[in-house]
Structures are given as C-alpha cells and as structure tokens.
C-alpha cells in the first residue's frame, strides 16, 4: 500500500512537470544563418565564410573547405570552431578570387555525438553566372544508423533492462513464498550475470564504435591512439563513456556477489539495482534530449522513459522463466500471484509510458504530418503500435491471471517480451535518426477571418532555402476571390531578432497568389502574416507560425 501511494505521488509529480511545456529540439545540429547565405550572389569576396548552428559544435572531427568551380580549394585552410561563440565554424578566404561559383564543403559533430555535413554554393559577380552551370547543390546531411550501431545498442538496451527488470521483480514483485525457492534463485542468477556481460561488451564496444561515428573512419582505423583520445578526452560521449565505465566497475562486484549467492543478501540486490538504474540515467545523456537548450526535463522525462520500459521488458522475462511453476499442482498458484502482483505495478508503468512519450513526442515532432513524411515520424508510429499491442497483450495476461486460466498465457506472455525487444530496436533506431524538426515537410494550413473568408497559406518544401510560397482565397460559399488589389507576405524570425522581410504575390490564377524566394533564411520557428487587400480597400489578415526545416 505504502509503495503504490508514492507511485501515485511519482505520477501526480510527473504530471506537474509536463505543465512547463516542451520546447521544439532538433537534436542533430542543424545551421541557422551563414555567410554566405546558400545560392547568394556578392560583389565583393568576404574575408572569412563562416556557419552558425542552433547549438555548440563539438571540437573534435569537424571541418570546413571553400572549393572553387574546378574544385580547386581557395580558403587558407585556417578551419575553426569561432573561439568566442561556439556555434559558429569559420574560415579565411584568400584575396582576389575571380568571379564565379563556390562551394563551402562542411561537417560537424553535434551535441549528442551526431556528425552532420553539407555543401552551401555561393557566387562571386554577375547574377547570370548561374548554380546550373556548375552542377553544384546545396544539401544537409544527417547521420543515418546502420548495423553496427543498432546491434550494439540494441543489445545494451537488452541488458540493461534485463539486469534492472530482474532485480526489481526480486524486490518488489515475488511473492514471500518464492524468495527461498532456491530453483528459481538459480534461474535469475544465471540471466542477471548474463545481461551485465552482454551490458559490460555493448558498453566496451560503443566507444569504438562511437569513433566511427564522429570521425568517419571505418573500424579498422579507429584503434588509433590519437582518434581515441580525441573520442575521450574531447567530446561529451566521451565524458559520459567514461562515467558509464566507472560504473560498470561499480556494478560488477555486487551484481556478481548477488548472482554467486543466489538474491541471498537483500541489501546488495538493492545496492545493485541503485547502480544499475544509474548505469541507464548515463544513456540518457547521450540521446536526443541532451541536445535540448535546457536538458534538464527532456532528460529527466527520457531517463523516465528508458526506466519504465527498462522494467517493464525486464519483469516480463522473469515472469517467462517463471512460467515453469505452472507445471506443479503446488506452485500454480504462485505462478498466477506473480503476474497480480506485476500486473498492479503494470498500471503504473503503463500511464508513465504514455505520459513520457506524449512529452517526447511533443519535443521532437513539430507538425501531424511530420509523423508520416518523415522517418523519424514513421519509425515513432511504429513504436506506438508495437506499444499498444505490448498493452493489449498485457491487459489479456493479467486477465487470465487474475482468473486462474493457463491456456495461452505462457505463449501471450512470450509475445508480449518479444513486442517489448522489438520496441527497444525502434529505440534505438529513433535515438540515433534525425528528428521530424530536422525536415518537418510542406506547411498547409488554412485560416478564416471574421467575415468567413479562408486564406490558405502553403509553403513547399518548408526550409532553408529556396521555398515556393502560396496563397488560396475563397469566400464563405468555397468560391475564390476574384476582387483583389494586392497580397502580400511578411516574415518575421521567431527565434532571433532580424526585421522584417514583406514581398508581393503574383496572382496565378484567380485566388490563387505565388511567390518564389530565400525569404527562410534559418530554421525554427517563423510567423508569416498574409495581408490581403481587395480593390474595395477592405482588408483580409491571418498570421501563420512555420516551423522550418533545415534538410
């Protein structure tokens, strides 16, 4: 009673925190301004081409080229990170370039160990000197997982929640009458040592795994001593791979004590549990939350996540490797107590689930849309269905064991552990994609004014960059408007103070209106105003929020 009644306060607690709304993160860093601008046309050659991102690069493994059309490299290959403003990438560019297209060749590491590169064409001279004469494109690419990743970290997922799942269903879901059963203690042992080896390698290997990551370079190089003290010493996963180290060492004395003498110790299952727990709160600091602008909550929220889950997955492998309890008349009963038991726990773990996921979902998927045209929405749909049959299948289990009724649950539970795995790989794969901010897709939206008008605004493809902008115009009866003067376009940066920047629509076809242009020259958030004056001098006005892409 007295362990549900501060569960009930953990949520209630959990609640409160959601109240301080989330903020859009990106997590992959992605740029917000440079100089020049992509497809610009200057007169005169700058002294230095310079980037900024929307969070501070990582010192390690970033680079920055100016090229010309030959592909000769004409910048004084004086790459840096700005020494006063971490944000921003720079280098100088030497005098007396001729006239003609450039490309600025860049890569950087984000914040949460993600490498990100790209080209940005410019043009020195006359405006006909166009980018379709040099083949050169403006593009942002992001890391994309691939095997070795979503192995390794699938499996320190797997272990991890293993090892914390078996030792909080000892704690606080086994029934008294099973805590002696020297059989069963067997049974947890051997899998609690197994998931802290598999944890211990999957942590062993991340570090040259995560070298491979950031630098680029294949396995057979990463080994080196200087790549490795780099990785180390000079980049945050390596802060936290370092801490994730120390304690696995702290982990390994009492879990190996509680798996040699079988649970016997309650105070070092604990003491193991405490660690373990900890080990997971590290992983935390090394996905997408970190990266926000005030990690605190989505950490907090992630770890939560992560710890749920982690219980979850874990209690239901033990319920598994229970399962043979229902093969004795005796120990039948035990068996059915031990899913009640969980299944009360289930509760709780269900509403945390759902409350942490909706928090980062909001964090990380800026529009509905985004869930469909992007992979880290289609992948995040995935997830939430792999959840729902998870709920489903346990709410069928703990029917089953609250009336007694054996036929089909070992196999339902087994389903159930097989859906939770599964949904640790989309973890995985999710953890490590870019987010739907990175690429949210085209903004559609319409909006009526107070004489029952709609203006629908459309922007395509919604990034930095070139965009096409539309406006639709209809009356209260769907018919477009025929009787306009003028529409026009006023943008204004959300997230930094830059102006205003108003352009003129032409008119396609009737209530239809375009315009063409670089008017979205970071990403984030963006209001648009359309202001419609018809030939009567009547006004029509709707204000629209953009969030902008950056691929």
Request: proline fraction near 4%.
């Amino acid at each position: 009673m007295r362990s549900q009644k501060r569960s009930s306060s953990f949520i209630i607690l959990s609640l409160l925190f959601l109240f301080s709304f989330p903020t859009f993160s990106s997590a992959h860093a992605f740029i917000t301004k440079s100089n020049p601008s992509e497809n610009q046309v200057i007169n005169r050659v700058p002294g230095k081409v310079w980037i900024q991102f929307d969070e501070e690069i990582q010192p390690s493994f970033q680079s920055i080229e100016v090229f010309d059309s030959t592909g000769k490299r004409i910048d004084q290959k004086d790459g840096q990170i700005n020494p006063d403003n971490p944000t921003i990438i720079e280098c100088s560019l030497k005098k007396n370039l001729k006239n003609g297209t450039y490309r600025v060749n860049w890569r950087v590491v984000s914040s949460d160990g993600h490498p990100i590169q790209g080209v940005i064409p410019f043009q020195i001279g006359k405006k006909e000197q166009t980018q379709a004469n040099t083949g050169f494109k403006q593009e942002t690419r992001g890391y994309t997982p691939k095997a070795d990743l979503i192995v390794i970290r699938w499996i320190q997922y797997i272990s991890n929640s293993f090892l914390i799942g078996i030792l909080f269903f000892f704690l606080f879901v086994l029934p008294k009458d099973l805590l002696h059963n020297i059989r069963i203690k067997r049974s947890l042992s051997v899998v609690l040592k197994y998931s802290f080896f598999l944890l211990a390698l999957s942590l062993i290997l991340s570090l040259p795994l995560q070298a491979t990551i950031e630098s680029g370079s294949p396995w057979t190089t990463v080994f080196s001593d200087s790549v490795m003290s780099q990785i180390i010493f000079s980049t945050s996963f390596g802060k936290t791979w370092t801490i994730q180290i120390t304690m696995l060492l702290l982990l390994m004395l009492p879990v190996l004590w509680v798996s040699k003498h079988g649970f016997s110790k309650r105070l070092w299952v604990w003491i193991s549990f405490v660690f373990g727990i900890g080990l997971l709160l590290t992983k935390a600091y090394t996905s997408h939350a970190a990266s926000n602008s005030h990690p605190f909550l989505p950490i907090t929220i992630d770890f939560l996540h992560l710890l749920t889950a982690s219980i979850w997955i874990g209690s239901l492998l033990c319920i598994v490797l229970l399962s043979p309890l229902t093969q004795s008349q005796e120990t039948r009963s035990h068996f059915f107590e031990c899913i009640r038991q969980f299944s009360k726990w289930g509760v709780i773990l269900v509403i945390l689930l759902s409350i942490t996921g909706v928090y980062g979902s909001f964090l990380f998927i800026p529009t509905l849309q985004s869930l469909i045209y992007t992979d880290y929405g289609r992948t995040m749909l995935g997830k939430v269905l792999l959840l729902m049959i998870m709920v489903f299948l346990a709410a069928f289990n703990f029917i089953n064991g609250k009336r007694g009724v054996e036929k089909g649950l070992p196999f339902s539970i087994k389903t159930e552990l097989a859906t939770g795995i599964v949904i640790l790989l989309l973890t995985v794969i999710l953890t490590n994609l870019p987010t739907a901010m990175a690429s949210p897709g085209a903004f559609n939206e319409t909006k009526t004014d107070k004489h029952g008008n709609g203006i629908t605004f459309k922007v395509t493809p919604n990034t930095i960059g070139k965009n096409e902008f539309k406006v639709f115009l209809k009356n209260s009866q769907g018919k477009r408007l025929k009787n306009i003067e003028q529409v026009t376009l006023t943008f204004t940066s959300l997230e930094m103070e830059m102006g205003e920047d108003t352009v003129t629509l032409k008119e396609h076809n009737s209530g239809e209106y375009e315009w063409t242009g670089f008017n979205f020259n970071m990403s984030g958030k963006w209001s648009v105003k359309v202001h419609v004056l018809t030939k009567d001098l009547d006004t029509m006005d709707a204000n629209f929020t953009c969030i902008v892409g950056s691929q």
